[in-house]
């Protein structure tokens, strides 16, 4: 067989190795690399750290998009899976479980349990990320998630049943974070809207749901039909979605540290120092998949120490404070991580407090009548599966040089709105089906885009930290809508105009956004 350069032996590109709308190929030269502007390059920050990022982001360009990335892209999407799952989950099988456990107790514990798990391990997760890095988080995660889920459906009763979905919650709650985080500190900059892409995977996690509850909430012989008649025997139905779903999440877990052994990501490695390691890596990928990649060490150490990236302590209350005032750098650095905190607040805010008042608006208005159980879940399932494909169009919007991520954002949310708007005419289940399949897609356009605009415009040394904030202001939002839920009148149509008008507001919000990651690439 003939001999082949180098050149020649590389893969031939695929659907990811070109951009939407462009024709050449990503991998280009070096020069042309050099060329390109990271998104904070000139906020004055650590110059060393904006040297070796520069070097380091001409590194991976260079690589480009191999299958390393395919295998990314679905171990980083099966968390995104996992936390929709679990939040889905609970909402589900909370009614069936609070039935056999006699109707006493609070009726929306289960909810506040696992949003104030995803509270814990949004800050948890995310800050251990920025100090131990990524990689024990991203494998540890889901272990944790996947027992606690497996273990809550044996619960003898309500209250345990709370603490495993609070540690399910925990365990999951840091997917958001460290998924975005690590695909993205692996991603050539021509494909950063692979990160919105990734996206569809919360969709997925979604329909999943629904056709395991689909499966096992609607047959007679594992759902009582009220609590006087309850026991443990005739209502299996809750267990076994709890026992499937943790089956599958456990599934996900193994091929996590099974399909890839994920190395620490180069962008964490040159806040640490660990120059060497982040050469090593890089040319590791480089040469499995023959690809150039001229990174060496004596390059990055030529462009000085990073000194901004941790204190002196790693394991100290310092270091959590270093990763705070990081991301108030710069005014603008600030500016910038105040409105992401606030739009997560703001959907954190408007997505559960819609779905919280729906029911019963609904039902008020005779949009349920002739809808059984069946029907039920077949109308849950149609909507989550609507939800896997607004990223995807996301992913090609943003990638547009006219709209970008903040117009691709501005542009779902006032859809979005539109829709809520429109839902309060809603007056059969026909009508009621077709406005959530609607919804559900119109607002993953949004939803899509800010989880990837998060990490991208964060800086490096302190983007898991800050993410996990973001998440955080999300899930507390989460908790207020539950508990609103407890005590507020359910049946009139405020709610729904007040929630369309936080989507409004997210629209200005995405408006004024000072950082636009198109044609840049992360810090």
């Given at each position: 067989?003939?001999?082949?350069?180098?050149?020649?032996?590389?893969?031939?590109?695929?659907?990811?190795?070109?951009?939407?709308?462009?024709?050449?190929?990503?991998?280009?030269?070096?020069?042309?690399?050099?060329?390109?502007?990271?998104?904070?390059?000139?906020?004055?920050?650590?110059?060393?750290?904006?040297?070796?990022?520069?070097?380091?982001?001409?590194?991976?360009?260079?690589?480009?998009?191999?299958?390393?990335?395919?295998?990314?892209?679905?171990?980083?999407?099966?968390?995104?899976?996992?936390?929709?799952?679990?939040?889905?989950?609970?909402?589900?099988?909370?009614?069936?479980?609070?039935?056999?456990?006699?109707?006493?107790?609070?009726?929306?514990?289960?909810?506040?349990?696992?949003?104030?798990?995803?509270?814990?391990?949004?800050?948890?997760?995310?800050?251990?990320?920025?100090?131990?890095?990524?990689?024990?988080?991203?494998?540890?995660?889901?272990?944790?998630?996947?027992?606690?889920?497996?273990?809550?459906?044996?619960?003898?009763?309500?209250?345990?049943?709370?603490?495993?979905?609070?540690?399910?919650?925990?365990?999951?709650?840091?997917?958001?974070?460290?998924?975005?985080?690590?695909?993205?500190?692996?991603?050539?900059?021509?494909?950063?809207?692979?990160?919105?892409?990734?996206?569809?995977?919360?969709?997925?996690?979604?329909?999943?749901?629904?056709?395991?509850?689909?499966?096992?909430?609607?047959?007679?012989?594992?759902?009582?039909?009220?609590?006087?008649?309850?026991?443990?025997?005739?209502?299996?139905?809750?267990?076994?979605?709890?026992?499937?779903?943790?089956?599958?999440?456990?599934?996900?877990?193994?091929?996590?540290?099974?399909?890839?052994?994920?190395?620490?990501?180069?962008?964490?490695?040159?806040?640490?120092?660990?120059?060497?390691?982040?050469?090593?890596?890089?040319?590791?990928?480089?040469?499995?998949?023959?690809?150039?990649?001229?990174?060496?060490?004596?390059?990055?150490?030529?462009?000085?120490?990073?000194?901004?990236?941790?204190?002196?302590?790693?394991?100290?209350?310092?270091?959590?404070?270093?990763?705070?005032?990081?991301?108030?750098?710069?005014?603008?650095?600030?500016?910038?991580?105040?409105?992401?905190?606030?739009?997560?607040?703001?959907?954190?805010?408007?997505?559960?407090?819609?779905?919280?008042?729906?029911?019963?608006?609904?039902?008020?208005?005779?949009?349920?009548?002739?809808?059984?159980?069946?029907?039920?879940?077949?109308?849950?399932?149609?909507?989550?599966?609507?939800?896997?494909?607004?990223?995807?169009?996301?992913?090609?919007?943003?990638?547009?040089?006219?709209?970008?991520?903040?117009?691709?954002?501005?542009?779902?949310?006032?859809?979005?709105?539109?829709?809520?708007?429109?839902?309060?005419?809603?007056?059969?289940?026909?009508?009621?089906?077709?406005?959530?399949?609607?919804?559900?897609?119109?607002?993953?356009?949004?939803?899509?885009?800010?989880?990837?605009?998060?990490?991208?415009?964060?800086?490096?040394?302190?983007?898991?930290?800050?993410?996990?904030?973001?998440?955080?202001?999300?899930?507390?939002?989460?908790?207020?809508?539950?508990?609103?839920?407890?005590?507020?009148?359910?049946?009139?149509?405020?709610?729904?105009?007040?929630c369309a008008a936080l989507y409004l507001a997210m629209a200005a919000v995405s408006v004024i956004f000072p950082f636009e990651p198109y044609g840049r690439?992360?810090?």
């Open positions: 067989m003939e001999e082949k350069t180098m050149e020649n032996k590389q893969e031939e590109p695929g659907l990811f190795e070109r951009d939407i709308g462009v024709s050449e190929d990503v991998r280009t030269s070096e020069s042309t690399f050099g060329d390109a502007e990271e998104v904070l390059a000139l906020q004055d920050l650590d110059p060393a750290l904006n040297a070796k990022m520069h070097l380091v982001n001409n590194a991976i360009d260079e690589i480009g998009w191999t299958n390393y990335h395919w295998k990314l892209f679905a171990l980083n999407g099966f968390g995104y899976a996992v936390d929709s799952l679990v939040l889905l989950l609970q909402s589900n099988i909370s009614g069936p479980a609070f039935k056999e456990f006699g109707e006493v107790g609070y009726d929306n514990a289960q909810t506040i349990a696992t949003y104030v798990g995803m509270l814990v391990g949004a800050l948890f997760w995310g800050m251990s990320a920025d100090i131990i890095g990524r990689r024990w988080a991203f494998n540890i995660s889901l272990f944790i998630s996947s027992a606690a889920t497996i273990v809550s459906g044996a619960a003898p009763g309500w209250v345990s049943l709370g603490v495993f979905t609070a540690l399910a919650g925990f365990g999951a709650g840091g997917n958001l974070i460290l998924d975005t985080t690590v695909f993205l500190e692996y991603l050539p900059s021509s494909k950063q809207w692979a990160l919105t892409f990734l996206a569809c995977w919360w969709g997925i996690g979604q329909a999943v749901t629904g056709f395991i509850c689909w499966g096992f909430l609607v047959p007679p012989q594992w759902n009582c039909d009220s609590a006087e008649n309850c026991p443990r025997d005739s209502n299996q139905g809750w267990r076994f979605v709890m026992y499937t779903s943790g089956a599958l999440v456990f599934v996900m877990s193994i091929a996590r540290v099974t399909v890839v052994r994920l190395q620490e990501t180069p962008k964490y490695r040159l806040g640490t120092g660990e120059d060497a390691e982040l050469v090593e890596t890089l040319q590791s990928i480089a040469k499995k998949y023959n690809r150039p990649c001229s990174i060496t060490f004596e390059k990055l150490d030529a462009c000085g120490t990073v000194k901004t990236a941790h204190s002196k302590s790693r394991y100290s209350f310092q270091e959590s404070l270093v990763h705070l005032r990081g991301l108030f750098a710069t005014k603008r650095i600030g500016f910038s991580t105040v409105l992401i905190w606030l739009s997560w607040t703001l959907i954190g805010l408007a997505y559960p407090l819609f779905y919280v008042f729906l029911t019963s608006y609904l039902a008020s208005r005779g949009a349920y009548s002739g809808v059984g159980t069946f029907e039920t879940w077949r109308n849950y399932t149609l909507t989550n599966i609507s939800g896997i494909f607004g990223p995807i169009l996301a992913a090609w919007m943003c990638n547009l040089r006219f709209l970008g991520r903040r117009y691709t954002m501005v542009i779902g949310a006032l859809v979005t709105m539109a829709f809520f708007f429109a839902y309060t005419v809603v007056s059969t289940p026909a009508q009621d089906v077709g406005f959530s399949c609607a919804i559900a897609f119109c607002i993953n356009i949004y939803y899509g885009t800010l989880y990837a605009y998060t990490p991208e415009v964060l800086p490096s040394a302190h983007r898991a930290t800050g993410n996990g904030i973001a998440v955080g202001c999300n899930r507390i939002m989460g908790i207020i809508s539950a508990v609103v839920a407890s005590t507020a009148n359910t049946g009139t149509v405020a709610p729904i105009y007040l690439r992360s810090s």
